[in-house]
């Protein structure tokens, strides 16, 4: 059964008390001290919940993320991407491989290609599924649909980021389209019961059900999509996204 880690603001923190997953961002637990302690606490109270320090959005050291998560007992560190380049960000994650390890902590790639780049892209899955230094591998939606050349996010000189809301549909295939591919490749046959995929962010409650054939490779899923439709009294509904 996947794990699911609602994502809410920190003053709904303890509506997720009772979840076994959260998702931790580790530049709100750097200014924070709320959050910080509440997920200290937490770990605490349940040893056996499973925590992710998310750190790229944080400008940090590899050394200071590294005591955060120490000091907060996470279980795994997502390992920083900021790169729209595959060679670069494998080069990176390499580079934080032996602190992590050596601390006891779980490592978790994002793989992350250039805009319609989808060789290299399956290529940094290959890698990721294959270096026994990667303890887990995060599915974004949105460095999928990157590229799988549906969105362009990389080229901030633009004067706008290419989104064309025409392609939602697109957007919302693109994790299922790179979990086919994988198959397909015969890349999943490498998956085994400690290397996992995690997905970040949610595209509507049916892209579960869309990717029910590769529940048993997926660990954990976050989004705080829930929460804000909640939040705004609004609801899934029954078209064919449920959003």
């Known amino acids: 059964m996947i794990r699911l880690a609602n994502v809410v603001p920190i003053s709904y923190l303890g509506l997720t008390t009772n979840q076994k997953t959260h998702w931790i961002s580790s530049k709100v637990a750097e200014n924070n001290t709320e959050y910080r302690e509440f ?12 925590c992710y320090l998310d750190t790229r959005d944080s400008d ?17 560190v997502v390992i920083p991407n900021s790169e729209y380049n595959v060679s670069a960000n494998e080069s990176l994650a390499k580079k934080w491989f032996p602190a992590l390890k050596l601390s006891n902590l779980r490592t978790m790639f994002v793989p992350k290609a250039a805009f319609n780049d ?3 892209f399956f290529k940094s899955f290959s890698w990721a599924l294959n270096d026994k230094s990667v303890d887990m591998i995060g599915v974004s939606s949105d460095y999928c649909a990157t590229a799988f050349g549906v969105e362009d996010e990389s080229n901030f000189e633009l004067e706008t ?24 490749l015969k890349l999943l046959n490498n998956m085994n019961s400690h290397k996992k995929f995690h997905c970040l962010d949610l595209n509507g409650v049916r892209e ?27 609801m899934y509904d029954a078209s064919p996204t449920g959003l």
């Open 60 to 76: 940090a050291s590899m050394q200071t993320l590294t005591d955060l998560a120490i000091d907060m007992k996470v279980d795994t």
């Open 161 to 184: 980021p290419f989104i064309d809301t025409t392609y939602a549909m697109q957007r919302y295939l693109s994790r299922w389209h790179l979990f086919n591919a994988l198959g397909q």
């Open 208 to 234: 579960m059900e869309l990717l029910s054939f590769f529940h048993k490779f997926i660990f954990s899923w976050h989004t705080s999509e829930p929460f804000w439709l909640a939040y705004n009294k609004a």
């Open 118 to 120: 989808s060789l290299g």
């Open 39 to 50: 997920y200290k606490l937490l770990k605490e109270a349940y040893p056996n919940y499973h």
